[in-house]
C-alpha cells in the first residue's frame, strides 16, 4: 500500500477540492503552459463549443509565432502540441466530431510553419504531426463529412506537404473518402499534371541553389513538388482502387525501368494476376546486376524479391530457389537463405545449411561475413572467422563490431577480446577523442574477459597488449584518465 506521502491520485484528492485548486493555482503562476491546460480543462466544463474555440484561438497564436525554436525550446512546444491535439480528440472527438475533424485539419496545417521556425534533428515534432494525420482518419470516419469536402481538404494538404508530413495521409483516409471521394481527388490531382508549365521572365526568377546542370530556381522547383505529389497521390489513388495501369500510368517509360519502380509495377502486375506482364516489367530493369554483391551486403532487395514472387507465380520453383541462393550467396542475405533452407525436403537443408555457412566464411568482405554469423546465429563460425582473419578488423565500424562483441564475450572471449582490441587501438592511432570513454571502457571489458581465457595463442595477453599501448599512446592522458 503507498504511503501517505507518495504522490497519488488518491492521496492528493484526500487534500480536499478547495486545498487541490489553490495549489493548482499557485502552481501554474508563470508557467503559460499549465495555465493553458488548465483553462482547457475549465472549458471543457461549459461546452463542447468554448473547447473548440479555446483550441482554435490557441492554433492561430502558434500560427502567428515566428520565433525559432532550438533544442532547448523543442519541448516545450511539443509539449504544447500535443496537448492541444489531446484535447481536439479526447474532448471533442465524441462530442462533437465534425468541429474536432476541422481543428484537426488546421492542426495539421501549423506543420509548414512550425518546421520552418525550428530545429527537429530529433524528428520529436514531425511524429507528433504524423499522430495528427492518423487521428484525421479516425475523425474523418466519426464525422458526418462530405467526401467532396473531405477530398479537396486532402488535396490542399498533399500539395503542402514540403516536409512529408503527410505521406500518410491519403491512405489514412481511403475508407472515409470512399469512390466519391477518391474520384473527386483523383481528378483535382490530374488537373495538376495537366497544368501548363508557368513561363516566369528570367529577371524575375529567384535562383535557391545550383546544380551541375546549372542554377536552379525557386519556380521550378515549386512547380516540380507540386506535380511529384500529384503523381504520388495518382499512384496511392490507383493502389486503393486496385488499377494496376492506373500505377503504371504515373511513370514514364524511362523511370519504368529503374529495378526499384520495376519491382513495384510487377507486384502490381502480380496481384492482378498478370504473370507475364510482371515478369516483362521485370526483366525491362536496367542496371539491376551492376552492383559489387559482397560489397554491397546492405542494398535493397525489392526487383529480386519481386522477380521470386512472380516465378512462385508461374510455378517456377526451382528457378525461384536458384534466385534465393544468388541473393544469399552474392550479398550474404539471411532472409533469402532461410527462405531457400525452408523449401528444401528434411535433411537436405541441414547440409545446405553448412555449405552456406562455408561460403559466407570464404566471403571477401569480412564485416558482411561477421554481421551475418551473429545474426544467423553461428557465433562459433563468428568466432572462427575473428581468429583467422584479425588483421582485417575495422576498428571503425564500431556499429557492428560492438554488438558482435557482446554477443561472442561468452564463448568466445578471445574473439571478443580481439574485436574490442581493434575499436580501441582505431580510436587511439586516429586520436578519436570523442570515443575515448568508449574505448576505455572497452579496454575494461578487455580486462574482464582475459580471466576466462586459457590460452592467448598467436595473440599477446592482456597485460602485455596494455603495455603496448602505454609505450604507443601513453602521452594521450585524455584516455588514460578514464581508464580504471
Not at 477540492?17 to 480543462?41: H, Q
Not at 473548440?52 to 532550438?70: G, H, M, P, S, Y
Not at 525557386?218 to 511529384?228: H, K, N
Not at 528457378?319 to 550474404?332: I, K, M, S
Request: net charge neutral.
Amino acid at each position: 500500500m503507498a504511503a501517505k506521502t507518495t504522490l497519488t491520485a488518491g492521496n492528493l484528492a484526500a487534500l480536499g477540492v478547495e486545498r487541490l485548486a489553490a495549489l493548482l493555482v499557485e502552481i501554474s503562476t508563470g508557467d503559460a503552459a499549465l495555465k493553458r491546460r488548465l483553462r482547457l480543462e475549465l472549458a471543457s466544463l461549459a461546452s463542447p463549443h468554448e473547447v473548440a474555440t479555446a483550441i482554435r484561438k490557441r492554433l492561430a497564436a502558434i500560427d502567428r509565432a515566428r520565433t525559432f525554436v532550438d533544442w532547448q525550446n523543442r519541448r516545450a512546444l511539443i509539449d504544447d502540441l500535443e496537448v492541444q491535439q489531446r484535447a481536439i480528440v479526447d474532448k471533442l472527438g465524441k462530442a462533437d466530431p465534425g468541429e474536432a475533424l476541422d481543428l484537426m485539419w488546421r492542426f495539421l496545417a501549423l506543420a509548414e510553419g512550425i518546421f520552418g521556425r525550428c530545429d527537429d534533428s530529433s524528428g520529436a515534432i514531425f511524429d507528433v504531426f504524423l499522430g495528427a494525420v492518423a487521428n484525421l482518419g479516425t475523425l474523418a470516419g466519426l464525422a458526418p463529412a462530405e467526401p467532396i469536402d473531405l477530398a479537396e481538404r486532402t488535396f490542399q494538404a498533399l500539395l503542402r506537404n514540403g516536409h512529408c508530413q503527410c505521406d500518410r495521409l491519403l491512405a489514412t483516409l481511403v475508407p472515409a473518402l470512399g469512390p466519391q471521394g477518391l474520384a473527386h481527388l483523383k481528378a483535382r490531382m490530374l488537373e495538376v499534371q495537366r497544368e501548363p508549365v508557368c513561363v516566369i521572365p528570367e529577371k524575375d526568377r529567384r535562383k535557391i541553389g545550383w546544380s551541375p546542370c546549372g542554377p536552379i530556381y525557386a519556380d521550378t522547383l515549386e512547380d516540380s513538388a507540386r506535380r511529384g505529389a500529384a503523381r504520388r497521390a495518382l499512384a496511392e489513388i490507383a493502389d486503393a482502387a486496385g488499377d494496376a495501369d492506373g500505377f503504371i500510368a504515373q511513370y514514364d517509360a524511362p523511370t519504368r525501368k529503374v529495378p526499384a519502380i520495376a519491382a513495384e509495377i510487377a507486384t502490381r502486375l502480380l496481384a492482378a494476376g498478370r504473370l507475364d506482364e510482371a515478369q516483362h516489367a521485370l526483366e525491362a530493369a536496367v542496371g539491376r546486376r551492376d552492383r559489387s554483391p559482397d560489397l554491397d551486403w546492405e542494398r535493397d532487395f525489392a526487383w529480386e524479391d519481386a522477380l521470386i514472387a512472380v516465378l512462385d507465380a508461374q510455378g517456377k520453383a526451382a528457378d525461384a530457389q536458384a534466385t534465393r541462393w544468388q541473393c544469399f550467396a552474392g550479398a550474404l542475405s539471411a532472409p533469402h537463405l532461410r527462405e531457400y533452407l525452408k523449401r528444401l525436403p528434411d535433411f537436405d537443408d541441414v547440409e545446405a545449411e553448412q555449405r552456406a555457412l562455408d561460403h559466407v566464411a570464404k566471403s571477401e568482405s569480412f564485416v558482411a561475413a561477421l554481421v551475418f554469423f551473429v545474426a544467423w546465429p553461428a557465433l562459433d563460425r563468428a568466432a572462427g572467422l575473428v581468429l583467422a582473419r584479425a588483421g582485417e578488423r575495422d576498428g571503425n565500424r564500431y556499429e557492428i563490431l560492438s554488438p558482435a562483441a557482446e554477443a561472442l564475450a561468452g564463448r568466445h572471449p578471445l574473439a571478443a577480446t580481439l574485436l574490442l582490441r581493434a575499436m580501441v587501438d582505431f580510436t587511439l592511432g586516429h586520436t578519436r577523442t570523442s570515443r575515448y570513454r568508449h574505448a576505455a571502457r572497452h579496454l575494461a571489458n578487455c580486462a574482464g574477459l582475459a580471466v576466462s581465457i586459457r590460452d592467448f595463442g598467436a595473440f599477446v595477453p592482456h597485460e602485455a597488449y596494455v603495455a603496448e599501448l602505454q609505450r604507443s599512446h601513453g602521452k594521450k592522458t585524455a584516455f588514460w584518465s578514464l581508464v580504471g
